[in-house]
């Protein structure tokens, strides 16, 4: 009886750990330094997004375009992204991350200039194209990168970094719109669209002061230059010294092999890797699949795109006639949404992942479900309820909010943390395709949607999706908090299938499979 006990205890303490944050030590002034440097990429995707959401009013007037042809041309950056987030994961593995860095900074800033100096609606199309690539490699590479220099103790607040410049460029976009608008209908919208090419440049210069990721290095065979900026990264020699020996032994080095160039046995140049992932995988790498694939179509699909880039005819639709008010109200969303991103930096590694995304998410449902009210409400009434229309506002940033205090920041910190070394970069990169289709679907389809279903029942439809990600995330996501990248894989390949009153886990109420009480999310199980 008592070594049953004994079992018992262990599986409950294994999966409480799973489940519960760790305590939090310090920072590391020089790892948030290069966190910041690599996370300004993400700049590129929000200046697009937010300037896109009131340019799009001129564009539409100057170039005599349809609501369908606006649509196409707002969504379709994230599909021209699926060529950059498909190709940074071999080009990040081949000349490393911090040139990919740069490489998509280039790229961005061709675009950017392309879309300024657009003629007509084919040409800023092709400016849309190449800026999409910049984008794929940016919003891959740069989660990746602040992941690998991370300690465990602050990966979280440093991994949302890229979330939090997103939203910084949202906001600089959405002020871009309100100063340019004055200007005569030829050139604000295009001053809007190539100013966005100063950011790429002072991308191109802060990235000269950044390390080579100390993975990257480890899978090259650099082991003396990974263990200076092992040492620079973490909290203590000792964990730099830890954080060595697992990458070591994730690239198949000896632990006695301590020259500063070695030999790696197992280049991980992405070879095998989809195999791993999709063909044969084991029940902890398949789990880990399903929660990073899940939280990034979730994420996307409850409609954040819809709000963000079409927020200017939201706000005419319950109302609000005016272009300057109408910019002048996406420009509060901005900022109401960068303000809870810098909230939500700070909060990641004291709540911990878990927490943050079950309350962001099911605010989510509720702000989505008082906007999709108010907006039929409107649409109904032949009178202009102003007690709707500040409703619909008030719901608006409430779910800007929300999103930004947990589904924003965790899904690029969650999908960067959970994969093994050999599988990160294609792993990330796969996340990203995810991300950047279903983004893609949304804004191609909003204008569209509104008109087959009102306006107010496609923010019910997002509704119902986000209320089934709460559920996908309660079910699927283990904490990750406080765990090294290398112990990470041992979370997964389990889920808590019935808890107690109290949140402690009930062993009765997991299903055994032959892993301690586990759930196995297959059966080839790694011995």
């Not at 140049?269 to 992932?277: A, I, Q, R, S, Y």
């Not at 990034?296 to 963000?308: I, K, L, P, T, W």
């Not at 920041?409 to 943390?417: A, G, H, K, L, R």
Request: aromatic share 10%; charged share 15%; net charge positive.
């Amino acid at each position: 009886m008592s070594e049953e006990k004994t079992v018992e205890a262990k599986v409950q303490k294994t999966l409480d750990e799973d489940f519960q944050p760790k305590k939090k030590p310090k920072r590391n002034k020089y790892a948030f330094a290069c966190a910041i440097l690599a996370s300004m990429t993400s700049i590129l995707l929000g200046y697009d997004i937010g300037v896109m959401s009131g340019a799009a009013i001129y564009i539409q007037r100057d170039l005599k375009v349809s609501d369908v042809q606006i649509e196409i041309l707002l969504g379709i950056i994230n599909l021209y992204s699926l060529i950059g987030s498909g190709l940074a994961g071999r080009t990040s593995d081949w000349i490393g991350r911090r040139y990919t860095i740069v490489l998509a900074g280039a790229i961005f800033f061709a675009g950017a200039i392309l879309m300024g100096f657009s003629p007509n609606y084919s040409f800023l199309m092709f400016g849309r194209f190449v800026a999409g690539i910049g984008i794929g490699y940016a919003l891959m590479i740069a989660p990746v990168y602040t992941a690998e220099v991370s300690p465990a103790s602050s990966r979280g607040f440093l991994t949302s970094f890229p979330e939090v410049f997103i939203n910084g460029g949202i906001l600089l976009g959405y002020i871009s719109n309100y100063a340019f608008s004055k200007l005569t209908l030829k050139l604000g919208w295009r001053l809007m669209l190539g100013i966005g090419a100063i950011p790429s440049v002072l991308l191109g210069v802060g990235v000269l002061a950044m390390p080579e990721s100390p993975r990257w290095l480890v899978m090259r065979g650099r082991l003396g230059d990974a263990i200076k900026v092992l040492n620079k990264t973490s909290d203590s020699p000792q964990e730099a010294q830890l954080r060595l020996s697992e990458i070591k032994e994730a690239a198949g080095i000896p632990q006695d092999c301590n020259d500063d160039v070695v030999q790696v046995p197992k280049q991980n140049t992405g070879e095998g890797v989809w195999k791993e992932l999709f063909l044969y995988p084991t029940p902890a790498i398949r789990h880990i699949v399903i929660a990073a694939l899940g939280i990034h179509f979730f994420q996307q699909a409850s409609g954040v795109d819809a709000v963000v880039l079409y927020s200017p005819r939201i706000f005419e639709k319950a109302g609000i006639k005016d272009d300057t008010h109408k910019l002048l109200a996406t420009v509060a969303v901005g900022f109401v949404k960068t303000v809870f991103i810098l909230v939500a930096t700070f909060m990641l590694d004291r709540v911990g992942r878990r927490p943050l995304l079950l309350t962001s998410v099911g605010g989510m449902v509720l702000s989505l479900l008082a906007l999709a009210g108010s907006l039929t409400i409107i649409d109904h009434s032949e009178k202009k309820l102003m007690w709707a229309v500040g409703l619909s506002i008030a719901t608006v940033l409430s779910y800007v909010a929300t999103f930004s205090i947990g589904a924003g920041p965790i899904t690029w910190v969650y999908s960067s943390e959970i994969f093994p070394l050999r599988l990160r970069a294609q792993g990330c990169a796969m996340g990203v395709v995810v991300n950047r289709v279903t983004s893609g679907v949304i804004s191609m389809t909003f204008l569209s949607l509104s008109k087959g279903i009102t306006i107010g029942g496609a923010f019910f439809l997002f509704s119902g999706i986000a209320t089934a990600g709460w559920i996908f995330f309660y079910t699927m996501l283990p904490e990750t908090r406080g765990k090294t990248l290398e112990e990470m894989e041992g979370s997964f390949g389990k889920f808590r299938v019935k808890s107690n009153a109290n949140g402690t886990t009930n062993t009765k109420g997991v299903v055994e499979n032959g892993s301690n009480g586990h759930v196995q999310l297959g059966t080839n199980v790694r011995n």
